[in-house]
């Protein structure tokens, strides 16, 4: 008997694990242009740093046309997502560390599980919901609403982005179908970029000098997190690369440190671990079945 070839998995993980740290990266730098520019023009920028690369992989893995032949109604839904998933996180990412800003946009796949029952008809059973409400809450801990707590409008407004992530994902069930996953990104950042610049245009600031390097690397780093996530699900099972997206947070904490010398404190982490903990559980109780990951914003 031949032994099982374990390459394609192991492949998966390190893919799995680049993805994350690349999106970790961008995600850095976003913080850095919140810093100096409106949340609207960080997220015009952010679709237009990594839109030429992102299309002339699509142009050399399929070509034009699936391009075009897309469903447009869940396009356009799926770009007024982006457009406030990526501006509610960029306000929250200058306002919080990254570390705080990922342990409540965990929650995401918690509202992807309760948003597929009443818009895919999914069954979900009761220790599924009740993984979801000790999930919430896991973000309660984290946002300590009594007291001198962390609930703020930013606090809030990585819950809004974790949402619109959520209802992106669904919408990727459905156009995935039809539609290729390329279509799909090109047509989030092209839309995201001309929706966010457009709101963003009349207190529009020029881009500082030192500034466009910052730009470009998220330009670069997005494009190849988005190639290593696409070959990650493409070669391994989600229910094995799916809990890697949660090592974000060990990348929060690097770069929050390293950048901004700054470490989340116990109640953060007790928060982060509650919530990990019940994305775990969910993704167990799915196992086995059909995964789509939805690009990252």
Do not use: C
């Not at 919140?34 to 839109?51: E, K």
């Not at 009761?126 to 973000?139: E, H, K, N, Q, S």
Request: net charge positive; proline share 6%.
């Amino acid at each position: 008997m031949t032994e099982p070839n374990h390459a394609p998995h192991s492949r998966a993980v390190w893919l799995m694990l680049a993805a994350v740290g690349l999106f970790a990266l961008m995600d850095a730098g976003l913080k850095l242009l919140s810093a100096h520019y409106l949340p609207f023009q960080v997220a015009a920028l952010r679709g237009l740093a990594s839109l030429p690369l992102v299309l002339m992989w699509a142009l050399f893995t399929q070509g034009w046309r699936p391009l075009l032949r897309v469903r447009w109604p869940l396009h356009l839904l799926r770009g007024v997502l982006g457009v406030g998933m990526m501006a509610s996180f960029v306000y929250a990412l200058k306002r919080l560390p990254l570390s705080t800003a990922y342990s409540i946009f965990f929650v995401a796949p918690l509202l992807i599980t309760a948003l597929s029952v009443p818009i895919l008809g999914e069954k979900v059973g009761p220790r599924r919901w009740t993984a979801i409400a000790v999930g919430l809450l896991g973000v309660l801990v984290v946002l300590r609403p009594t007291g001198a707590g962390m609930l703020s409008l930013a606090g809030l407004a990585v819950l809004l982005a974790a949402a619109g992530y959520a209802v992106s994902a669904i919408t990727v069930r459905v156009l995935a179908r039809t539609d290729s996953n390329q279509a799909m990104v090109v047509w989030l950042l092209a839309l995201m970029a001309l929706g966010a610049g457009s709101l963003a245009w009349p207190s529009w600031r020029p881009l500082q000098a030192e500034h466009a390097w910052i730009v470009a690397g998220i330009g670069v780093v997005g494009t190849l997190g988005q190639f290593a996530i696409t070959e990650a699900f493409r070669h391994g099972e989600a229910s094995l690369i799916a809990p890697l997206e949660y090592s974000a947070l060990l990348w929060g904490v690097a770069l929050d440190l390293a950048l901004w010398g700054v470490l989340p404190d116990g109640v953060t982490w007790l928060g982060a671990a509650i919530i990990i903990g019940s994305g775990l559980y969910l993704l167990h109780r799915e196992k086995g079945k059909p995964h789509l990951e939805a690009e990252h914003p």
